[in-house]
């Protein structure tokens, strides 16, 4: 079955440090891949997404997510992380031919400690 | 530009009544979808106008869901009558049409509760 796995629920984090979200991804053709971020009270904000061609991508705030086929991963890393990056991040997917219907993971939500 | 809106941005009803929710999506977008987020679920789509037609509502959830977009504009999802398991977070979003290589532009969503 298609599907979108973000293994961790969970994660927290020191400002300044390193940040990797993982995101994994069961499809028979290698769909669009995105990342979202919620914050508190706020909307989906797209951070980056990727279609083809350079496997890193580079997004918004300083994030960036690198695509591996071999491994139908997209994983999300910020090198050092600010307090404001506390939020809900989601990785979806749009499987080619399907018109823009986004299946997204069930979210990883990010805490940042001082 | 103004984005994508979505009111009321809270509603907290008994069960056994109905809401309505609105989306205004960006002027020009022919595409406009609604999504939902049940408590500690993931987000799934519900359906997909192309103007004012229903291009795909494979994800509404039963017959109590009813969704419009009278002349392609804004769009409702009526919800009638509402059961303890509605409760969630709504979300609206609006793409110009085949443009998904631009992605979409996601409201801030409707907070629904039911009691």
């Known amino acids: 079955a298609q599907s979108v796995t973000q293994p961790d629920i969970h994660i927290t984090v020191s400002e300044g440090a390193s940040l990797e979200l993982r995101c994994n991804y069961s499809?028979?053709?290698?769909?669009?891949l995105f990342w979202y971020v919620q914050s508190p009270g706020q909307g989906l904000q797209l951070l980056l997404k990727y279609f083809s061609g350079d496997t890193l991508v580079q997004g918004i705030k300083g994030f960036e997510a690198e695509f591996k086929r071999s491994q139908s991963s997209f994983n999300l890393r910020k090198p050092s992380v600010h307090w404001s990056d506390a939020a809900e991040y989601f990785c979806a997917v749009v499987p080619t031919d399907s018109w823009g219907k986004f299946q997204f993971g069930a979210g990883t939500q990010v805490v940042v400690t001082p | 530009e103004a984005g994508v809106t979505q009111f009321p941005s809270h509603s907290v009803i008994e069960k056994g009544q109905t809401v309505t929710l609105r989306c205004d999506p960006i002027?020009?977008?022919?595409?406009l979808y609604w999504y939902r987020r049940v408590m500690g679920k993931e987000i799934k789509f519900l359906l997909h106008?192309?103007?004012?037609?229903?291009?795909?509502e494979s994800g509404m959830p039963n017959n109590r869901f009813l969704a419009e977009r009278t002349g392609g504009t804004y769009s409702t999802l009526k919800v009638q009558p509402a059961e303890l398991e509605d409760s969630g977070v709504y979300f609206c979003?609006?793409?110009?049409?085949?443009?998904?290589?631009?992605?979409?532009?996601f409201g801030s969503g409707t907070r629904l509760t039911v009691v």
């Open positions: 002027s020009g977008h022919d595409n």
């Open positions: 106008f192309v103007k004012e037609s229903k291009q795909d």
């Open positions: 499809y028979g053709a290698t769909p669009y």
């Open positions: 979003a609006s793409s110009q049409e085949g443009n998904i290589g631009y992605g979409y532009t």
